[in-house]
């Protein structure tokens, strides 16, 4: 059973160049949410995707923006790029149809990232 | 709204007990835990919902006090492969899940 798969792994980019990050969600799991993970700090939300449409979205410009596909992959968009932008990304998928002891709260599968350098 | 970790970073011999504690100025419907070693993705340890439920994973074990919006996670006896970032993420109502900035943890033979 494949879990999440992101790629590419490693990417360098240059300051105002756009680039698009890849997720595949493990099998059975219909939401994933993007994170951005910088150097000794926690992930940082920066949306939610289910049933193709964006769900939720953290504190992040209009420069990120994202996709789903019907299969439930994902992608990640990010223009005109800052240094600022350099970070370890983060693709989690969940099922939104867990009942856990009553509860719709899923955990979150991550997988391992996506390496971004600006320069 | 991004939860508060304490302490930063911890560092034990093995079989040593430790307890790091995540707390929210907002009223939470829960709690997950994660543990994220060096170069590698997250991992799920344990989801507490409120209630005030205990949960185990193998020794880790994690409390929830919904009226003081804190959860604590204990390790109890730890072993070298519990060396790694552990985050706690909340969520206040809606679907997304906030992580704290981490407290590190070290144990060493």
Known sequence: DAGVTQSPTHLIKTRGQ???LRCSP???HDTVSWYQQALGQG???IF???EEEERQRGNFPD???GHQFPNYSSELNVNALLLGDSALYLCASSFSG???RGSYNSPLHFGNGTRLTVT | QQPVQSPQAVILREGEDAVINCSSSKALYSVHWYRQKHGEAPVFLMILLKGGEQMRHEKISASFNEKKQQSSLYL???QLSYSGTYFCGTQGGSEKLVFGKGTKLTVNP
């Open chain 1, 18 to 20: 756009q680039v698009t």
């Open chain 1, 26 to 28: 493990k099998s059975g």
């Open chain 1, 43 to 45: 992930p940082q939300f």
């Open chain 1, 48 to 50: 939610q995707y289910y």
């Open chain 1, 63 to 65: 420069r990120f923006s």
């Open chain 1, 98 to 100: 867990l009942v856990w």
């Open chain 2, 76 to 78: 109890t006896a730890s």
